[in-house]
């Protein structure tokens, strides 16, 4: 446990010397690395404020200390502009890509373990066949494409949801048709995202599954005449989802970050858009923050994942540490 | 052999299509795909397959001349991650020891990192271009090859001849490259089959989200203009977003069935249905 709390801890100070190195080692004036492309628009009692704050004439090791102490406060730093913090962005930001991408990896877990069970149970049949098949062509469909034609066909021609957002502008819906509002611009960009999981769960579940039924305990079971439906759920479904447990929660991890290029082609107003905005704009404080809260989303699910292990799994108590 | 299987049939001949137009076809498009050769926004005709985009320019002859801008990222990119790949599998696994620990954490490290987002940001500060973005794939995806490939060197380090070459005082930079190497250099290439399809997806989601060269469009950039350029909106995504999201599909789709046949065929014991 405490070797991977280690790992953790590292892979945080790559994504915060990332943020910290990259703007320093550019050429041109770091004021506007800082600040991003406002520079020209502000203050000069502004511009002393950012350069006290970066603390640009110490040594560069306490510059990064210093910037260290910052984010440990929570202190994210300020967008010039939007002309306000930057944690207030990203936390009101954060529960839409959290929406997305719980939906999405709910349903497509869901799906992944049906679909990759009856495939399993009758292997080698149509449904193996066809979805082992479909799974590969799938894995070779870029993502946002997939986005694009789902908008373009129940977008733009058939018009049966919205195209971009996560609400419809000014229409200030309230109590159910607000949930309505909110689930119509979600179908588009979860089902994408579902779809394109799909294929890593539904795999992982096959295989799991194939692994399970060739075990002797459900030779046991069939040979003392156990009913073929009580086999599937009483035994080899409940094995075989274990390994399925252990993708979903790595997946989880990818939860913030990962639907960066989904969240574009929807302009979904989530933490990954945000990213690719603030890129286009230089909002360089802007885009710290961002990557700063997907690495620790990561980290911090990954975290969630070691823990929750052992209490899924028996056989990994103790072994574990 | 790769031709007994009708996926491997499948996946080389998608592949030998590719090739044929990375390498011909600049001489097969139609029109200069840089240059306006018609109105804006025109719809399909005879003289433009494809209409034309924003600027008069012919979708059929960008669509085309990006195959070569397209394959050229994702192989340099394979190539320079399954060059760094092979070289920490093959000292972390023949070292062993803190060397082995230490570079193995490194690639955990790589894996964790969420990378769309890290290169967004290392592309936001570097500016797009192509060698950025050569690079930037590059550094994301050589641990997952290295990985395997130091297992490769696990299993083999222990192996007979290997001990034997030992006992004849042979160095350990000749046991590594003259027995070792030629022994991974299979995985090698089945990695490299495999990363170069991973690469091609990883380059269309960047350069569609615009950290492409803007002079040299590839397949992902196309789709980049005809998002921010409303192909939605005037009707003409049948033509501008359709054909190039197909021909990322075909190019990634024959790498990755040739990869599979090549894995199942080099290493038969990993084929299982």
């Given amino acids: 446990m405490l070797n991977r709390l280690g790992q953790y801890l590292l892979v945080l100070l790559v994504a915060v010397t990332v943020n910290f190195f990259l703007p320093r080692a550019m050429p041109g004036s770091p004021l506007q690395f800082l600040a991003g492309d406002e520079v020209a628009t502000l203050s000069p009692e502004q511009r002393q404020a950012i350069l006290q704050r970066a603390g640009l004439d110490q040594p560069l090791l306490v510059q990064f200390l210093r910037y260290l102490g910052q984010l440990a406060r929570g202190d994210l730093g300020y967008s010039y502009q939007e002309n306000r913090p930057v944690r207030s962005i990203l936390l009101e930001r954060l529960p839409w890509t959290l929406l997305l991408t719980a939906t999405a990896l709910l349903l497509s877990s869901l799906f992944g373990v049906i679909v990759g069970a009856l495939a399993a149970w009758r292997r080698g049949g149509m449904l193996d066949n066809t979805t082992l098949a479909g799974s590969i062509a799938l894995d070779a469909v870029p993502t946002f494409w997939l986005g694009m034609m789902l908008v373009a066909i129940f977008a733009v021609q058939l018009q049966i949801f919205p195209v971009f957002g996560a609400r419809t502008a000014w229409a200030n819906y309230q109590g159910w048709s607000a949930v309505v509002d909110v689930t119509r611009h979600l179908v588009l960009p979860a089902t994408t995202l579902t779809i394109a999981s799909l294929s890593g769960t539904y795999l992982v579940m096959r295989y799991a599954m194939l692994a399970v039924l060739g075990e002797d305990y459900i030779r046991t079971a069939r040979a003392k005449g156990m009913a073929e439906r009580q086999v599937l759920y009483k035994h080899a479904l409940r094995n075989a989802i274990l390994p399925v447990f252990t993708v979903f929660m790595l997946n989880l991890g990818t939860l913030v970050g990962g639907a960066a290029v989904i969240e574009t082609v929807f302009s979904y107003p989530g933490v990954g858009r945000l990213l690719f905005e603030s890129a286009t704009n230089r909002d360089y404080p802007l885009l710290q923050g961002a990557f700063f809260l997907v690495t620790l989303s990561v980290l911090l699910f990954n975290l969630l994942a070691d823990l929750l292990y052992p209490l899924v799994d028996p056989r990994v108590r103790g072994s574990h540490g | ?273």
């Fill in chain 2, 1 to 273: 052999m790769l031709l007994a299987s009708p996926v491997g049939v499948t996946g080389l001949g998608l592949l030998t299509l590719m090739l044929f137009l990375a390498l011909f076809g600049p001489l097969i498009a139609p029109y200069d795909p840089t240059l306006p050769s018609g109105k804006p926004f025109e719809q399909p005709s005879s003289a433009h397959l494809l209409g034309t985009n924003d600027v008069g320019q012919d979708i059929l002859s960008e669509l085309i001349v990006g195959t070569r801008v397209s394959l050229l990222i994702g192989f340099s990119a394979a190539a320079g991650a399954i060059l760094i790949g092979t070289l920490v599998g093959l000292v972390a696994g023949y070292s062993g020891g803190w060397l082995d620990g230490a570079l193995m954490r490194l690639v955990d490290v790589m894996l964790v990192l969420p990378f769309i987002p890290l290169m967004i940001v290392v592309a936001a500060y570097l500016g797009p271009s192509t060698g950025n973005l050569i690079a930037a794939i590059m550094l994301v995806i050589w641990a997952r090859p290295a990985r395997v490939i130091r297992s490769g060197v696990l299993a083999l380090r222990g192996a007979t001849y290997v001990e034997g070459a030992r006992a004849l005082g042979a160095s350990d930079f000749h046991i590594l490259f003259r027995h070792i190497l030629p022994g991974v250099l299979p995985i090698a290439v089945s990695q490299f089959i495999l990363v170069a399809s991973g690469s091609i997806l990883i380059e269309a989601s960047l350069s569609f989200l615009g950290l492409g060269d803007p002079v040299r469009k590839s397949w992902g950039s196309i789709l980049y203009y005809a998002q921010i350029r409303g192909a939605f909106l005037n009707g003409s995504w049948p033509w501008w977003v359709v054909p190039p999201g197909v021909m990322i599909t075909l190019a990634v789709l024959g790498f990755a069935l040739t990869g599979r046949a090549l894995e199942g065929y080099l290493f038969p014991r990993l084929r299982k249905g």
